[in-house]
């Protein structure tokens, strides 16, 4: 299993400011990925965050409003960039710890209000 | 604070009735499935697991069943109690190889003493 840390937990934020979410984890692992739940729907991935390597956007979502760095194994941050109220969302951090097809583990989620 | 699933279906059961979860997927090359519970202000816990070379998996007081021709997934919640009120998502693995799980639309259970 796997322990993930995500700060902040929670934070209300001005449209156009720049929010950076962190992840660190108690394990080295290969893969972090980064997803988004707005509110009262499910879970979709941003992106997979690979260390060594640039990050793996999905449809819909680009570098430039969603940078995202993995300098080690332990560690990935999200940066929300250029806010507005339609970000408003939970912002989840995700590690896969064995091989492919094997459980994942979520944080506890970083809650952001964009007023 | 604002919970997570307001617009969700919701399945309301009895406290110690048996509560059944219903996921219907969207890819047939899909070769793996989780169900996660989501309580409010929490992030997604790992329930319970399966591959798609089986159609039944058994936990504690839960199993989930798969039936790969109509490509449904379903989560039975065995004796439920009120700490099983959640959002309960499926999630499957769209590519064998690469960890990329893609969630189903989740549904509410509450649970009534």
């Known amino acids: 299993s796997a322990v993930i840390s995500q700060k902040p937990s929670r934070d209300i934020c001005q449209r156009g400011t720049s929010l950076t979410i962190q992840c660190q984890v108690d394990?080295?692992?290969?893969?972090m990925f980064w997803y988004r739940q707005q509110p009262g729907q499910s879970l979709t991935l941003i992106a997979t965050?690979?260390?060594?390597?640039?990050?793996?956007?999905e449809s819909g979502f680009v570098i430039d409003k969603f940078p995202i760095s993995r300098p080690n194994l332990t560690f990935s941050t999200l940066t929300v960039s250029n806010m507005s109220p339609e970000d408003s969302s939970i912002y989840l951090c995700?590690?896969?710890?064995?091989?492919?097809?094997?459980?994942?583990?979520f944080g506890q989620g970083t809650r952001l209000t964009v007023v | 604070g604002e919970s997570v699933g307001l617009h969700l279906p919701t399945l309301s059961v009895q406290e110690g009735d048996n509560s059944i979860i219903n996921c219907a997927y969207s890819n047939s090359a899909s070769d793996y499935f989780i169900w996660y519970k989501q309580e409010s202000g929490k992030g997604p816990q790992f329930i319970i697991d399966i591959r798609s070379n089986m159609d039944k998996r058994q936990g504690q007081r839960v199993t989930v069943l798969l039936n790969k021709t109509v490509k449904h997934l379903s989560l039975q919640i065995a004796a439920t109690q009120p700490g099983d009120s959640a959002v309960y998502f499926c999630a499957e693995n769209a590519n064998t190889g690469f960890q990329k799980l893609v969630f189903g639309t989740g549904t509410r259970l509450l649970v009534s003493p």
């Open positions: 965050a690979n260390q060594g390597s640039e990050a793996t956007y």
């Open positions: 995700s590690v896969s710890v064995g091989a492919a097809n094997t459980e994942a583990f």
């Open positions: 394990s080295q692992v290969t893969m």
